[in-house]
């Protein structure tokens, strides 16, 4: 168990709807970063928060975004769903708050397989 | 940018053998880490081995171990006494070290890892 909670685990939707994923990061962990895994691909980067704030973007879509709350936890939106956006999308998280020796080690969820019919 | 490239799409091994997994990257960076994730057909991404690049001496753990060539920008890793849980997807990944917030991992392509009894 990493101790990175991502909800839901599966998600069926049609084209053009909208969906929310959750992330919950490790307990002190300040960022979080945000993966796609299409099928039998390569992890891509999406987008990382720390400590509220977007940190780095990467090859996210404008139909997509994020945020993290003060709470830690973040979510993902997407939008305008298209069947190309199914896909396993895993958060992850790092870097200890009070300052915990950062080991570089990112921590993943489970991911949320989302289908889009 | 940087980019982390693994040539081998595939590859069996007999349980109880050795399989050698190649990664090169790409980098302008002095200080960064290396790793190698598995993935197996769970789909939890579980880190196997990391790599600072400032430290010359290769890392292990237990059957895992990494061949650092620095200058060749090369991050081969070694499995031995191959097991059947062995089989899963293998990340080779490249992570920059700069300040305190952490940073993205840029992952390969995979390498597919079969371990045939």
């Known amino acids: 168990d990493s101790g990175v909670t991502q909800t839901p685990k599966h998600l069926i939707t049609a084209t053009g709807q909208r969906v929310t994923l959750r992330c919950s990061p490790r307990?002190?962990?300040?960022?979080v970063y945000w993966y796609q895994q299409s099928l039998d691909q390569g992890l891509q980067f999406l987008i990382q928060?720390?400590?509220?704030?977007?940190?780095a973007k990467g090859n996210i879509l404008e139909r997509f975004s994020a945020q993290q709350f003060p709470d830690l936890h973040s979510e993902l939106n997407l939008s305008s769903l298209e069947l190309g956006d199914s896909a396993l999308y895993f958060c992850?998280?790092?870097?200890?708050?009070?300052?915990?020796?950062?080991?570089?080690?990112?921590?993943f969820g489970e991911g949320s397989r989302l289908t889009v019919l | 940018a940087q980019t982390v490239t693994q040539s081998q799409p595939e590859m069996s091994v007999q349980e109880a053998e050795t399989v050698t997994l190649s990664c090169t990257y790409d980098?302008?960076?002095?200080?960064?880490?290396l790793f190698w994730y598995k993935q197996p057909p769970s789909r939890q991404m579980i880190l196997v081995i990391r790599?600072?690049?400032?430290?010359?001496q290769n890392a292990t753990e237990n059957r895992f171990s990494v061949n650092f060539q620095k200058a060749a920008k090369s991050f081969s890793l070694k499995i031995s006494d191959s097991q059947l849980g062995d089989t899963a997807m293998y990340f080779c990944?490249?992570?920059?070290?700069?300040?305190?917030?952490?940073?993205?991992?840029?992952f390969g392509g995979g390498t597919r890892v079969l371990v045939k009894p």
């Open positions: 928060y720390y400590n509220g704030e977007e940190r």
């Open positions: 790599q600072e690049a400032y430290k010359q």
């Open positions: 990944a490249f992570m920059k070290l700069r300040g305190a917030a952490g940073n993205k991992l840029t």
């Open positions: 307990s002190g962990d300040l960022s």
């Open positions: 980098t302008s960076e002095s200080n960064y880490y």
């Open positions: 992850a998280s790092s870097v200890l708050a009070g300052g915990g020796f950062n080991t570089g080690e990112l921590f």
